[in-house]
């Protein structure tokens, strides 16, 4: 009879700890009484994310597991003083530029990890082409299924170790723009269903460890190299933020080396603010989350500073088309994108077909120092609907102004 009881009460126990919606953890007004208990300033509230039910929660908060102990790179970047550091930065706006892109949604798979080094990528490139404002979106379906063989750190929306193969990746192989393999929560793993002519690929020179919870060697990197990649604890007080500046308990890096220390979700640090003693963190939960898909974060809180990385991008020459596409059609005179390179000058050239004859004519657009061109509308009428029309771009030298070397012919067609 006994038993039976102390079987009784622990089955009332473990349904006490459940919600109605079927979802395990502490209620709302629980994380809210520990908010005012501790004086944090950060309010919660319903989302997709604190609403899932627990089996749901397991998995998309995939802890990193302990892979083979790997050689870390480490930092090799300034590590500038605090006297040194401006009191706060955000790449989202620097001089009234951007260089971070729109907010995506990992929906319920265990791909943080793909969306955070994919991120870091991103921003490095803006960063390093001189290419703000544009909405580089690279793959991470590529990352997930066409890398993963090649490593035993990551695989899908099964998450990943704490050697950070997903950077690695991204070095030895890098990614394609989103367009070629998109993202559908891991429904499509095959890796056939990648184009087979991507526009773009993208990849990181390098990528290294900063020291565990040291504020102002991450602040430096992200100066140094943009956006980082890092990693956080998720409680039932993360998932359901909705606004003002996170804090928890969560404050060190116990493991040894310290970054094992647990941690079950990815993320990306894109500035700070002194004023609020907190990092501007970009989550993968979507625009609905948080600060329209950001959160402030203490700058220990919720392990945090525990396993930041940084990923390295150098420009690469000649150029890279950013936009239009490759054989895209378009209705109306494009807006013409490339990298930089190494040139300070540039001669964008356009191929209209010739009327009446075979072949092309070949006209420059002029030179310029920009590395965007609104495709002049007069020449657009020479373009024939249905025929190939194209445009490349010169690199010139800016001592001599002599032309130096090209980047690839793209074409496009009208409609």
């Known amino acids: 009879m006994k038993r039976h009881l102390q079987q009784s009460l622990l089955i009332l126990v473990l349904l006490l700890g459940f919600a109605a919606d079927g979802r395990a953890g ?73 260089y971070v892109g729109p907010v995506r949604n990992q929906g319920a798979c265990g791909s943080c990890y793909a969306f955070a080094a994919v991120s870091v990528l991103e921003s490095a490139f803006r960063i390093a082409e001189e290419v703000p404002d544009t909405d580089v979106n690279l793959s991470e379906s590529y990352l997930m299924f066409c890398l993963s063989s090649y490593y035993d750190g990551f695989y899908g929306c099964e998450g990943a170790s704490y050697d950070y193969d997903e950077l690695q990746a991204l070095v030895d192989y890098g990614v394609v723009e989103e367009a070629c393999f998109p993202y559908d929560q891991g429904r499509t793993t ?8 991507p526009t773009l690929e993208v990849k990181l020179s390098s990528w290294g460890r900063i020291p565990c919870n040291d504020v102002e060697a991450i602040k430096s990197a992200i100066l140094t190299y943009g956006p980082v990649d890092a990693a956080v604890q998720v409680t039932d007080a993360f998932s359901a933020y909705s ?6 308990l969560n404050q060190t890096c116990p493991s040894s080396p310290c970054y094992f220390t647990p941690t079950n979700h990815a993320i990306v640090l894109v500035g700070w603010n ?3 003693q907190a990092w501007i963190l970009r989550n993968s939960w979507g625009p609905g989350w948080g600060e329209e898909g ?35 059609s378009l209705s109306s005179p494009p807006t013409l994108y490339w990298t930089k390179g190494p040139y300070d000058w540039f001669v964008p050239f356009v191929f209209l077909p010739l009327y009446g004859r075979s072949g092309y004519t070949t006209l420059p657009l002029g030179r310029t120092r920009e590395n965007i061109l609104q495709f002049p509308s007069g020449l657009w009428t020479y373009t024939k609907p249905g025929i190939w029309s194209g445009w490349m ?23």
């Open 243 to 248: 606004g003002g500046i996170y804090n928890d």
């Open 274 to 276: 002194d004023a609020d």
């Open 26 to 98: 502490k209620s709302l007004e629980e994380i809210r009484q520990e908010i005012r208990a501790n004086g944090w300033n950060f309010s919660v509230d319903h989302n997709w994310v604190y609403d899932l039910p627990d089996d749901a929660k397991q998995r998309l908060f995939k802890e990193r597991w302990i892979g083979w102990r790997k050689q870390f790179p480490l930092y090799q970047g300034p590590v500038l003083s605090k006297a040194d550091l401006p009191a706060a930065f955000d790449w989202r706006n620097v001089n009234g530029h951007s």
């Open 190 to 197: 095959d890796c056939g269903a990648a184009c087979d002519s």
């Open 393 to 415: 771009v010169l690199g010139v030298d800016g001592e001599t102004f002599d032309y130096d070397t090209a980047g690839p012919q793209y074409f496009m067609k009208a409609q």
């Open 294 to 328: 950001y959160m402030r974060i203490s700058y220990r809180a919720a392990r945090v500073a525990c396993e930041v990385t940084y990923g390295a991008y150098s420009a690469q020459a000649p150029f890279q088309i950013l936009k239009p596409a490759n054989g895209q």
